[in-house]
């Protein structure tokens, strides 16, 4: 009689501790999913960002015609296709170089520092770097917790 409901609750009992698990590293995968999505939706605003700040530093920037043109053309390649989400963070490095060197070129320009919709655009593409990194470090959480999960 005993022997028999231990058999039972081990019928009861594994099923149920799968299923539990099986539901946690969905929930894992689940997680890592929304904050890669979260980062793609930040990539989208910050390239709806980049034509008006280079419509902003074109016409005082006219030496770094090759960097807005990398920019423009980095842009484009974002927009144009279905890209992995390996070459879209690739695509992102880039992107975010070029903006960088741009925005160190555009410091040593003192017209530029006195324009207000630039300063406004600045500020807008500083915040957006900065909540990229929060939602990198939110998804290196969720991408590690979900791989230590699937081991």
Do not use: W
Not at 101 to 123: D, E, T, Y
Request: aromatic share 4%.
């Amino acid at each position: 009689m005993i022997l028999m409901i231990i058999v039972l609750l081990l019928f009861i009992a594994v099923p149920v501790a799968h299923k539990l698990a099986a539901n946690a590293m969905n929930e894992k995968k689940a997680r890592m999913i929304k904050s890669f999505a979260d980062i793609d939706e930040l990539f989208k605003r910050r390239n709806e960002l980049i034509p008006p700040i280079l419509g902003a530093v074109s016409p005082e920037l006219r030496e770094e015609k090759d960097l807005i043109g990398e920019i423009v053309a980095l842009r484009s390649q974002s927009l144009a296709a279905v890209l992995s989400d390996d070459d879209k963070i690739a695509l992102d490095a880039k992107v975010c170089g070029a903006l960088s060197r741009l925005m160190a070129a555009a410091g040593r320009n003192q017209s530029l520092g006195a324009h207000q919709n630039f300063q406004k655009l600045r500020s807008a593409l500083d915040f957006m770097e900065k909540e990229m990194a929060a939602l990198r470090q939110a998804y290196n959480t969720a991408a590690g917790e979900y791989n230590t999960a699937v081991k």
